[in-house]
């Protein structure tokens, strides 16, 4: 015959894994909600382009010459905002961020009209092929 403790302890041995799994689910809703680094859900602004859930948001800007184009990194990993795509031999040449952490900004003002293709240095098979269109005056 088992003790009243030794039926307590089974029972309660029981739950210890669905415990477990209410709190891992608990401790995760809370660090996607409030930690900081978590993907933003806000929407860029005039002439800014999100580096998010490794994106570019939007894909293609259009602009008027003369005007600035700002890229936010929003990601928990470091971005780039690279003229080009990595198999172009000029890759970089008209700009070309450091590599940007969660909230740091990098912005280039275009002075000529045309479209210019960029990318990401650090996730060049998920980030590229990008777009800013800049129109004349």
């Not at 929407?43 to 382009?49: C, H, K």
């Not at 003002?109 to 980030?127: K, L, N, Q, S, W």
Request: aromatic residues 6%; hydrophobic residues 40%; glycine residues 8%.
């Amino acid at each position: 015959m088992t003790s009243k403790n030794e039926h307590e302890n089974r029972i309660l041995r029981g739950k210890i894994p669905m415990i477990a799994a209410a709190l891992v689910v608990t401790l995760g809703a809370v660090a996607l909600t409030v930690l900081p680094g978590c993907p933003s859900t806000a929407t860029p602004g005039s002439n800014q382009v999100f580096m998010r859930a490794i994106s570019f948001d939007p894909q293609r800007i259009s602009i008027d010459a003369g005007e600035t184009v700002t890229w936010i990194n929003m990601d928990l990993v470091p971005h780039t905002a690279t003229s080009g795509n990595p198999e172009d031999g000029d890759s970089g040449s008209i700009f070309r961020s450091r590599q940007l952490s969660r909230e740091q900004r990098f912005s280039h003002i275009f002075d000529e009209a045309g479209t210019f293709r960029y990318f990401c240095e650090v996730h060049p098979g998920m980030m590229r092929d990008a777009t800013v269109v800049v129109n004349e005056n």
